[in-house]
């Protein structure tokens, strides 16, 4: 059974920092895995997703890399921002179904 | 905005009723996932629909249960409710049933008393 791990649960950190979050997944037989945002009370917004076969994904400020055979992904964030708190979740789908494994995110506080 | 809108925004049921959520599809999608999202925790899938046939199921009983309308809108049903079924309901949308995006309407947050 898959398992999505993201460390660490909870993050403080001051305006501009860069900051790295983790995820790990114990089966490597994964189509995909994917960065969401998530917002109090809110849906999902996805942020990044990296297919199989790539090994980083970039978008603005945000970069996603993967490495499918250690079972591991980080994001980084550059220059963090207040407008940048929010919990961060990532997923995965697995080739034996169509279903995305989330892990339980990390939540992210940038003070001004 | 992603383009999937799901209804109501809110909701409260007492333990043993029944209740139906719902969730219209980005325009082009023919697939729809639903999962459930407890306080402080992770999306758990629930069910995926295809071109209107289940593509999948998660760890969850039968009560909950689910449709695919032509339209490739859904509804999501879960019957005799319990206190445990408190969460926030997330339905996703995207083409073919794997390897593409999913976007995330808004969710529903239903409330057991």
């Known amino acids: 059974k898959q398992e999505v791990t993201q460390i660490p649960a909870a993050l403080s950190v001051p305006e501009g920092e860069n900051l790295v979050l983790n995820c790990s997944f114990t089966?490597?037989?994964?189509?995909?895995l994917q960065w969401f945002r998530q917002d109090p009370g809110k849906g999902l917004t996805s942020l990044l997703l990296?297919?199989?076969?790539?090994r980083e994904q970039t978008s603005g400020r945000l970069n996603a890399s993967l490495d499918k055979s250690s079972g591991r992904s980080t994001l980084y964030i550059a220059a963090s921002q207040p407008g940048d708190s929010a919990t961060y979740l990532c997923?995965?789908?697995?080739?034996?179904?169509?279903?995305?494994?989330f892990g339980e995110g990390t939540q992210l506080t940038v003070n001004p | 905005e992603t383009g999937v809108t799901q209804s109501p925004t809110h909701l409260i049921k007492t333990r043993g009723q029944q209740v139906t959520l719902r969730c219209s599809s980005q325009?082009?999608?023919?697939?729809v996932s639903w999962y459930q999202q407890a306080l402080g925790q992770g999306p758990q899938f629930i069910f995926q629909?295809?071109?209107?046939?289940?593509?999948g199921r998660g760890n969850f009983p039968p009560r909950f249960s689910g449709l695919q309308f032509p339209n490739y809108s859904s509804e999501l049903n879960v019957n005799a409710l319990e206190l445990d079924d408190s969460a926030l309901y997330l339905c996703?949308?995207?083409?073919?049933?794997?390897?593409?995006?999913?976007?995330f309407g808004a969710g529903t947050r239903l409330s057991v008393l």
């Open positions: 997923a995965v789908e697995e080739t034996s179904g169509s279903r995305l494994t």
């Open positions: 089966d490597s037989a994964i189509y995909n």
């Open positions: 990296i297919q199989s076969s790539q």
């Open positions: 996703a949308s995207s083409f073919g049933g794997r390897r593409n995006i999913q976007y």
């Open positions: 629909y295809y071109r209107e046939e289940e593509n």
């Open positions: 325009s082009g999608h023919n697939t």
